[in-house]
């Protein structure tokens, strides 16, 4: 009687190579759990973006919308205004009072604003590495007092210096020098000397930071090139400080386009023009003439200038 042979069967594992690693629960969410995530980020963001929308959004809307009406705050077509389109705009461009205060508003942000606190708070900066501590702290300590002072204060302070019968002209006379009073015949240097004082701090402190957080070994190596400090600043720092250099330009330059309480404060916009820009000149057409429609197109064009500037600033830093 023969026997026949048996088959050895050996199991080296599972058929199915998934079953082998089990994937342990919750290793991955399902599509259920990041459809639930989603529904409740968007459920919790609701109220911030209606509260957002409502706050931000519905007033620059009624600006746009404003801006193509003929509503004046007296008279007949404060109650019955009507659509105009772009009427508003049109005398606008061809008026010279605006073509006047565009042209003081780019001057007071290229001299305070890009000089006086982007070139010359770089320029602290940089000599406060080169002093002691005591000296960083005390002259630190001043300047930041500077931004730390209220802007309307600021304004009754730089018009008590240099307007009439102010600081400057009494320590004239006193010593027998001539004096001419600065708020009238140069108004717009007053103005951005004054804008420089009160917002350099920002702008120091901002590139204070950026150059204790630089690098030391680049500035080694140059400087053992043969470099000299003037070169290390100019190819060295400055091209690894792009990005500090253009956050700091975006911020000043919304801060300065806005800037309505100091000149207002200092010089009302005069004598004459000579000092009018945008914001003061918005603030004169609405509330002195009472024009409140003409006034908004104004502000439409001051809106669109800070955007253009700002889009054109924030694609640079993204490319830095």
């Not at 300590?141 to 009439?164: H, K, R």
């Not at 990005?243 to 010089?267: K, P, R």
Request: aromatic share 10%.
């Amino acid at each position: 009687m023969s026997v026949a042979p048996t088959e050895l069967v050996i199991e080296t594992g599972p058929s199915n190579p998934a079953a082998a690693n089990p994937r342990p629960r919750g290793a991955r969410p399902t599509r259920r759990r990041q459809r639930a995530r989603m529904v409740t980020t968007a459920v919790m963001m609701t109220p911030f973006a209606v509260l957002l929308g409502g706050l931000l959004g519905w007033p620059i809307v009624w600006t746009f919308v404003l801006s193509l009406t003929n509503e004046e705050l007296t008279g007949p077509t404060a109650l019955h205004h009507q659509f105009i389109g772009l009427s508003n705009f049109n005398q606008l461009f061809a008026d010279p009072n605006f073509g006047a205060s565009l042209v003081h508003t780019l001057q007071y942000l290229v001299g305070s604003a890009y000089i006086g606190q982007v070139v010359f708070g770089f320029v602290l900066a940089l000599l406060f590495r080169q002093c002691s501590r005591t000296v960083q702290a005390i002259v630190g300590g001043i300047i930041i007092l500077s931004w730390v002072v209220p802007e309307l204060i600021a304004g009754f302070m730089w018009y008590a210096l240099l307007g009439q019968g102010g600081v400057l002209q009494q320590a004239a006379h006193a010593i027998g020098l001539p004096y001419s009073q600065i708020l009238v015949t140069h108004p717009m240097a007053a103005v951005n000397l004054a804008n420089t004082w009160r917002g350099v701090a920002f702008s120091m402190m901002l590139f204070t930071a950026a150059l204790a957080a630089f690098p030391t070994d680049l500035l080694e190596a140059a400087q053992v090139d043969g470099a000299g400090s003037v070169k290390r600043t100019l190819f060295v720092v400055l091209p690894n400080l792009k990005g500090t250099f253009l956050i700091d330009i975006v911020l000043v330059t919304l801060a300065t386009l806005n800037d309505f309480v100091l000149i207002f404060t200092m010089t009302g916009g005069g004598p004459g023009e000579e000092s009018q820009v945008l914001s003061t000149y918005m603030y004169q057409l609405g509330f002195t003439e009472y024009r409140i429609a003409y006034a908004t197109a104004v502000s439409v064009v001051l809106l669109i200038i800070g955007v253009v500037l700002s889009a054109f600033y924030v694609r640079a830093l993204r490319k830095s």
